[in-house]
């Protein structure tokens, strides 16, 4: 129990301190450089190297002790947003230092996920909880985790100077490293995880891209992940703070966003207290249906009271279904290759963001803003659709992971 208390820990205090970044991070860039480009040029600048270190660092989390590179991840996450202040007063922060620290950071933040998340199947044997019940706790302490950061973001914003700020940041991950180092390097070894041939770098990288792409199962929530991400953003991004300011109501957002959060929480609760009691399926089931429900109102752009409501539905269906996707993909993918797969998945999922924000722009801009958020809606109903009714996700029952010759 000890094991999965550290694990969960710190997945709590590492998503905490992205989420408190994420509001803060272009505050201080903005105080700092007075620009919002400058804002825009550091999340683009970070956001290629993310995705590039989330493709090809899972071979090395594959090869390497799991808590090992988990810890490290973090301590180059704490590194890189703790060289912020410390430059600050040696010579002053400028958009440069933003965009190299930046970068540096974005090469430990996909690949910490990655490690953190391969670690799972031996945290869950290690311990009394299923696999089931503790990635239903973690994405739970995922949920409070998005609930309160923001939240925590503003409020330390308003009480001391962004430096310091910066420094709590860093905190976070190096806690975060220090409870990982607690859990006992043994449940990290990959080396005695069989193999069916010593394969090289390249080979490997391959192996994972066609366990993604091959295992039909797997693809399939790789579709449904990419395609909730990109929805979400594209709402929470630009459509509904677009919606907001032309009714001259932007400070709303923020309690929409933290509405769909609620949901989520409850929606991943009662996952976590009920998980053994449904099917498979039926949770999917529930949870697609319920998010499609959520996303379809909120599509509508109604009255404000609606959207609060509507945004708790899409979280709860969220949340029903979120944890039951990571254990499809813990459970159909050979351990030895976990870190391969789940980063390519990380690397799409954090490309994914902002390919639909661009695409939601383009929509606004040239057709229309209710266009923009009925194209969305439509495409993942669609995709529920297909998903429910096609004959991959019939029968989700645990069984062997599927294996490829590479």
Known sequence: MRTSVLYLGSYFVSVLGNSIAAIA???????????????????AATAVPAVLAGLFMGVVIDRINRVTSSVVTDLVSAASVAALPIVDGLVGLEVGWFVLFGVIGSLGDVPGMTAREALLPRIARSSSLSTERLIGLRESLGAISLLIGPAVAGLLMTLFDGSTVLWITAGTSFLAALLTLGIPRSVGRTDDVPATAPLGAWREFVEGWQLLTRTRLVAMVTGLSLLSVMVLSAFQALILPVHFTLIDRPGLLGFVLTSIAAGLLVGSGLYVAFADRLARRTWLVMGLLVSSVGFAVIGLLPPTWLLFGAGFVLGLGSGLCGALLGLLTTSAVPERALGR??????????????????????????????????????????MSVVAVAGPVLRDLEPSEPESIDA
Do not use: D, R
Not at 370 to 381: D, P, R
């Open 25 to 43: 991070l272009p505050l201080i860039v903005l105080q700092a450089t007075g620009s919002a480009m400058s804002a825009g040029w550091v999340a």
């Open 341 to 382: 797969v789940m980063g390519t998945q990380n690397a799409l999922v954090t490309a994914a963001a902002p390919a639909a924000i661009l695409l939601a722009a383009v929509v606004i801009e040239h057709v229309s803003l209710t266009a923009a958020a009925a194209g969305f809606v439509a495409l993942w109903v669609v």
